[in-house]
């Protein structure tokens, strides 16, 4: 969507007219939902903002911090020491997979975008690990392919694509699930963090790192820098936003959702999935301000 829509349980009537003259001079929208979560304990919390404020936790288990939220909230994936694959909702915890990897915090699960199935690493010990797909409720799970992007998966909204870094930060690498081919990135040297894919696979949203950067111990990130690259040809592209930026992530549609750091407040800073350009600025909720950004609702 050019412009996001859904404002705290209401849509945001715009019209072509409105929209037009958004792009000429961004407009400031109310804040639409989105998914958060921080790291308490020994667990996540993830904060689900819609309307209202939910919040769901997991941890326990021998839990790393090896989890996804699914896109619109209100469901969590997480993997727990046995390697067990859970959903958590506000009803209860079950386990959908039992062969999923487990050992490091970057092996996380990824939801698909409507939020029906979960990509997920198995165990093995290979460098090119099998990623499996598994429904919500369970069942058998479908082989993906295998991959040396096994960390911090990343699924388009098209579900033929999924972004992953290489365990030794060498590298991001797109799986296609039709074709069951894994190919690496050009252009990324070396980064900690995938955050997202464009709805087809050919951008990503990474946070790239230098020779000299810490590879941090692959956790996922409250914020980070984030940079943008062409898939196909490995051309770094132009974030054109001011300020310290913080995150950013791709809506269903191609919609590329910019996170500015702020004083009392983050923004988000929208940018047309055509043209790149800004077309609304949106306040974040005041208690959104030292969360992690997961998802945008709208």
Avoid at 35 to 43: L, M, N, P
Wanted: proline residues 5%; aromatic residues 6%.
């Amino acid at each position: 969507m050019k412009h996001l829509a859904l404002a705290v349980g209401a849509a945001l009537a715009v019209s072509a007219v409105a929209s037009t003259a958004a792009v000429a001079s961004p407009t400031r929208a109310t804040t639409p939902g989105a998914v958060y979560f921080g790291y308490k304990g020994s667990g996540v919390e993830v904060t689900t903002h819609q309307g209202g404020l939910s919040k769901l936790s997991v941890g326990g288990g021998g839990f790393i911090a090896q989890f996804a939220a699914a896109p619109g909230g209100g469901k969590v994936a997480w993997i727990d020491g046995k390697g067990r694959l859970h959903v958590k909702t506000a009803t209860g915890d079950r386990v959908v997979a039992a062969n999923a990897a487990y050992g490091g915090p970057c092996l996380t699960p990824t939801w698909s975008a409507d939020g029906k199935r979960i990509a997920y690493v198995t165990k093995g010990n290979a460098t090119r690990a099998t990623v499996a797909l598994v429904g919500e409720n369970g069942g058998r799970p479908v082989v993906a392919g295998r991959t040396a992007g096994v960390c911090h998966l990343a699924w388009s909204a098209d579900g033929r694509t999924l972004a992953g870094y290489a365990g030794d930060t060498r590298g991001v690498y797109l799986l296609n699930t039709a074709s069951h081919v894994s190919t690496k990135v050009p252009g990324i040297r070396l980064a900690n963090h995938v955050d997202s894919v464009s709805p087809k696979g050919d951008r990503v949203v990474v946070h790239a790192i230098g020779a000299n950067d810490p590879g941090g111990d692959g956790s996922w990130p409250l914020s980070y820098t984030p940079s943008l690259y062409d898939t196909r040809t490995g051309k770094k592209i132009t974030i054109p936003v001011r300020g310290t930026l913080i995150g950013a992530r791709f809506l269903s549609d191609g919609t590329l959702v910019v996170r500015v750091k702020g004083r009392s407040a983050n923004t988000w800073v929208v940018l047309d999935p055509d043209t790149y350009k800004v077309s609304q600025r949106v306040p974040e909720i005041g208690q959104a301000k030292n969360l992690g950004l997961l998802s945008v609702i709208g």
